[in-house]
Structures are given as structure tokens and as C-alpha cells.
């Protein structure tokens, strides 16, 4: 595998002096090509943080970011993104063309097909309609929607609008996606198909993407390919086994 992402001494912190939280204390973190790695932690512990950070929304203290894979839909050329410490205007197109999101509420527009749900999102990042709607039919096909691409968000079930949010982000070809407890609206067994679809697209021989899943569920966790757990703003254990018998401690 060739590594994607990778993170050096990353640190980050809120208020100043007395009032002074450090959230991140150095993050060293490295994610391969077509890996699954879920990421644990306890509330208010800097997981939302960093990713943020690796998203281009919010700059990093100190540290550094590099993020290879990405490629240019309008030239066809890879990118090569080195951030961290940057102001998120600068980063423009490391959320263009680099990292994508999936939340746990779907931010669909209601009034518009799963289809058109996608194809405005690559619109917006300047691909052509024709480029666009080729790009969302491969996509929407990819995530197992081939028969709902008409339906708007509230005639599709719960995961059903999960899966057009994958959609979206994996059709602009980023590679890497940052999901933020993106089962936390689903049932268990939903939840699961979730899982597999992340996993299905991280082994896809052709197109490989690497996913960062923020999850307070241990047993989707281990599901991953590796489970990390933030703690005392580093991460603590970088296995599953490790890993989970701390959050066993810890409950």
C-alpha cells in the first residue's frame, strides 16, 4: 500500500493562559491507501478537532499535513496537498479535491433527486454538467442506489440517504473521506451495511479510498482495518485488540 495521509506533531488548542485547553499534543498518524481506520475517544477528548483540521477547516497551532491521491478532475493530474498550519482560505482546494465528509445527519437538499443531490455537489466544485452527471451515475451505481437515483431524500429509508451522502463524497474522486459518527442515525443492522459499504469501497482494486470514521461504538470499530484511540490528546493504541481493552477500562 502507498501511504495517503500523513501527520506530524500535530497540536491544537483552545483559550488562552488560565482558561488555556490543549487538545492535541501531537498527533503522529499515518493512513495507507485503502485503509478503514476508525477513530475512538470520550467526548470533548479533540476527535471533532482533528478532524476538522485534516478536513481544511480549522488550522493547526503547529504540525504538518501531507495528502497525496488526489486528482484533479478538470486536468486529470495528481495533487499533492502539505497543510496543516494554514488558514482554511488557503486551503480551498484540499476540500475541493482532497477530503470529503460524511456526517451523521445527511445534509441533502429535500427538493432534489438523490441524483441531483450529487451532481450539484460536483457543480459546485467547478465540473462541467456532462462530467458531473457521469461522475454521480458511477457513484450512486457504486453505493448500490442504480434503482433509486429519482427518489428524493423522503422517499428513501435512513440508510438509503446515508448512501447518497457516500455517494457524493466519494464521486469527486477525493481520496480520503473523514466520517464523523456516520451510523449515529442508523439502526444496528443499517448501521453494519454502512460498514461494509466503507469497507467495499476501500478494497475497490481500481478507485481505492482511505476512510477516517469517528465512532463511539466499539463493535463497528472493529470492524476497521486498525481502531485508534485518542486519549490525553495522543493516540493511545493503534490496534483493535489494544485499543479496545482501554475503552473496556475506561467503561
Given at each position: 500500500?502507498?501511504?495517503?495521509?500523513?501527520i506530524d506533531k500535530l497540536q491544537h488548542g483552545f483559550g488562552r493562559g488560565d482558561t488555556r485547553v490543549d487538545v492535541l499534543?501531537?498527533?503522529?498518524?499515518?493512513?495507507?491507501?485503502?485503509?478503514?481506520?476508525?477513530?475512538?475517544?470520550?467526548?470533548?477528548?479533540?476527535?471533532?478537532?482533528?478532524?476538522n483540521i485534516i478536513g481544511g477547516l480549522l488550522k493547526a497551532e503547529n504540525g504538518e499535513i501531507e495528502l497525496t491521491g488526489a486528482v484533479n478532475l478538470e486536468t486529470g493530474n495528481a495533487d499533492y496537498f502539505k497543510y496543516?498550519?494554514?488558514?482554511?482560505?488557503?486551503?480551498?482546494?484540499?476540500?475541493?479535491?482532497?477530503?470529503?465528509?460524511?456526517?451523521?445527519?445527511?445534509?441533502?437538499?429535500?427538493?432534489?433527486?438523490?441524483?441531483?443531490?450529487?451532481?450539484?455537489?460536483?457543480?459546485?466544485?467547478?465540473?462541467?454538467?456532462?462530467?458531473?452527471?457521469?461522475?454521480?451515475?458511477?457513484?450512486?451505481?457504486?453505493?448500490?442506489?442504480?434503482?433509486?437515483?429519482?427518489?428524493?431524500?423522503?422517499?428513501?429509508?435512513?440508510?438509503?440517504?446515508?448512501?447518497?451522502?457516500?455517494?457524493?463524497?466519494?464521486?469527486?474522486?477525493?481520496?480520503?473521506?473523514?466520517?464523523?459518527?456516520?451510523?449515529?442515525?442508523?439502526?444496528?443492522?443499517?448501521?453494519?451495511?454502512?460498514?461494509?459499504?466503507?469497507?467495499?469501497?476501500?478494497?475497490?482494486?481500481?478507485?481505492?479510498?482511505?476512510?477516517?470514521?469517528?465512532?463511539?461504538?466499539?463493535?463497528?470499530?472493529?470492524?476497521?482495518?486498525?481502531?485508534?484511540?485518542?486519549?490525553?490528546?495522543?493516540?493511545?493504541?493503534?490496534?483493535?485488540?489494544?485499543?479496545?481493552?482501554?475503552?473496556?477500562?475506561?467503561?
Amino acid at each position: 500500500m502507498t501511504a495517503l495521509l500523513s501527520i506530524d506533531k500535530l497540536q491544537h488548542g483552545f483559550g488562552r493562559g488560565d482558561t488555556r485547553v490543549d487538545v492535541l499534543k501531537g498527533i503522529d498518524l499515518t493512513i495507507e491507501t485503502g485503509e478503514l481506520v476508525a477513530l475512538m475517544g470520550p467526548s470533548g477528548c479533540g476527535k471533532s478537532t482533528l478532524l476538522n483540521i485534516i478536513g481544511g477547516l480549522l488550522k493547526a497551532e503547529n504540525g504538518e499535513i501531507e495528502l497525496t491521491g488526489a486528482v484533479n478532475l478538470e486536468t486529470g493530474n495528481a495533487d499533492y496537498f502539505k497543510y496543516g498550519t494554514k488558514h482554511p482560505r488557503r486551503v480551498v482546494d484540499v476540500r475541493r479535491r482532497g477530503v470529503g465528509w460524511i456526517f451523521q445527519d445527511y445534509h441533502l437538499l429535500d427538493q432534489l433527486t438523490a441524483f441531483d443531490n450529487v451532481v450539484i455537489s460536483l457543480e459546485l466544485a467547478g465540473v462541467d454538467t456532462s462530467k458531473a452527471e457521469e461522475r454521480a451515475r458511477k457513484a450512486l451505481i457504486k453505493v448500490d442506489l442504480a434503482n433509486r437515483m429519482d427518489f428524493i431524500p423522503e422517499q428513501l429509508s435512513g440508510g438509503q440517504q446515508q448512501r447518497v451522502a457516500i455517494a457524493r463524497a466519494i464521486a469527486g474522486s477525493r481520496p480520503l473521506l473523514l466520517a464523523d459518527e456516520p451510523t449515529g442515525n442508523l439502526d444496528v443492522k443499517t448501521g453494519e451495511e454502512i460498514i461494509e459499504l466503507f469497507r467495499k469501497l476501500c478494497s475497490d482494486r481500481k478507485e481505492p479510498i482511505s476512510i477516517l470514521m469517528v465512532t463511539h461504538d466499539p463493535h463497528l470499530a472493529s470492524k476497521a482495518d486498525r481502531m485508534l484511540l485518542l486519549k490525553d490528546g495522543l493516540t493511545a493504541a493503534s490496534d483493535i485488540r489494544s485499543a479496545w481493552g482501554i475503552v473496556e477500562k475506561e467503561e
